[in-house]
């Protein structure tokens, strides 16, 4: 038996599984797994070169018929399953959390460098590993070249805005589901049971549930903070269709992101019921009186937001405030300063990054 062929063509099996995985958790087709981005591409080359690796190794460390734990071969199988397992999750943190594309790359180079190292200090004499100083080289070469590429990316992603790298992805990958991504809260232990289209925008089950509130209360003017890329808006405005009657005005202060916001807006079919701004939700005015206020802008302010708005909001209205889990303690504790201040009343609901929907106090009967 050829062991070495076998070795060979069982790493590339395992590497095509790798690659079906990672096209089915990014949502791409073959054209887009293989188009989105030469630092994106590599850190999906260098997870299947990996897996590739870590099967054949094991393979060929099997080739008489017994796998002995202390070989430099099974050791380095063993060595490539767990440097695997771990980019591959790295690699889900990279979409979930917007983290930069190179990364991956960078931290594989430097597991796989400082491992090569490591095996050849231990086994230095061994048949079974290369002779001479090449394996340091390039190990070391390994080390520095992903240490490099992490130095190189990522303090200018750290210094972008999230929403921007997020207008980038969709740029380059479109839109995909996902289960939620916020870490658990006492109030929400299992955020993985929601789904999410990115870290910006609600939940899909709020989604929903904004349109449901919409068509429950029958607004006939809603003003949103924060329209980010306009699901929300889009929302709420297919609840006012179903109504017949309202409006939306929806404001959003980042022109980038304003810009795709209309985009998609113009592209819904919903443009009539949606009045979108390019401006800051403390400075623009508002002409008559609100029936529902859903802020979802930027954290600091939504306090402020509240405040301002306040008196022109119905007091049979609705008052939604998303980001007020435990785990944005900043947005929370505003609402709740502003319940035990006697302005509004609140009743907080458990989804993964919390909405609030409260009343005003002043005004109702």
């Not at 591959?88 to 990364?103: C, D, L, M, T």
């Not at 985009?263 to 009045?275: K, P, Q, T, V």
Request: net charge negative.
């Amino acid at each position: 038996m050829n062991w070495f062929a076998l070795a060979f063509g069982a790493g590339w099996i395992a590497s095509f599984f790798v690659i079906r995985a990672s096209m089915r958790r990014r949502g791409l087709s073959w054209r887009q797994f293989y188009g989105h981005g030469i630092l994106a591409a590599l850190d999906d080359l260098s997870v299947e070169t990996l897996a590739w690796a870590a099967v054949g190794f094991l393979v060929w460390a099997a080739r008489d018929g017994t796998l002995r734990l202390l070989s430099p071969l099974t050791l380095s199988g063993i060595a490539y399953v767990a440097i695997f397992i771990f980019v591959w999750g790295e690699g889900r943190r990279q979409i979930q959390f917007q983290r930069p594309a190179g990364i991956v790359l960078g931290e594989s180079l430097i597991l796989i460098g400082a491992y090569a190292i490591a095996e050849h200090l231990a086994f230095r004499g061994s048949p079974e590993v290369w002779a001479g100083p090449v394996p340091y080289v390039l190990g070391a070469a390994a080390t520095v070249v992903g240490a490099a590429t992490i130095a190189i990316i990522v303090p200018p992603f750290i210094k972008g805005d999230e929403g921007h790298r997020i207008l980038e992805r969709i740029e380059q990958q479109g839109e995909k589901v996902q289960a939620e991504y916020v870490p658990p809260t006492h109030e929400c232990p299992h955020p993985e049971r929601w789904k999410m289209l990115d870290s910006q925008t609600s939940e899909l089950e709020v989604l929903d549930f904004l349109k449901s509130i919409v068509m429950t209360v029958k607004p006939e003017l809603i003003v949103e903070t924060g329209t980010f890329i306009g699901y929300s808006s889009i929302k709420m405005a297919e609840g006012l269709k179903a109504n017949g009657f309202g409006k939306i005005i929806t404001i959003e202060y980042d022109p980038a992101i304003f810009a795709k916001a209309k985009e998609r807006i113009d592209a819904s079919g919903l443009g009539d019921w949606i009045e979108y701004r390019n401006a800051s939700s403390l400075e623009t005015k508002i002409d008559g009186t609100i029936d529902i206020f859903f802020s979802d802008s930027h954290l600091p302010i939504r306090e402020d937001e509240i405040r301002r708005f306040l008196p022109q909001i119905n007091p049979q209205g609705l008052i939604l405030v998303h980001d007020a889990s435990s785990h944005f303690a900043v947005v929370r504790d505003a609402v709740l300063r502003l319940e035990a201040e006697g302005l509004i009343s609140t009743v907080l609901l458990s989804t993964p990054r919390g909405l609030v929907v409260a009343q005003k106090r002043d005004g109702r009967k």
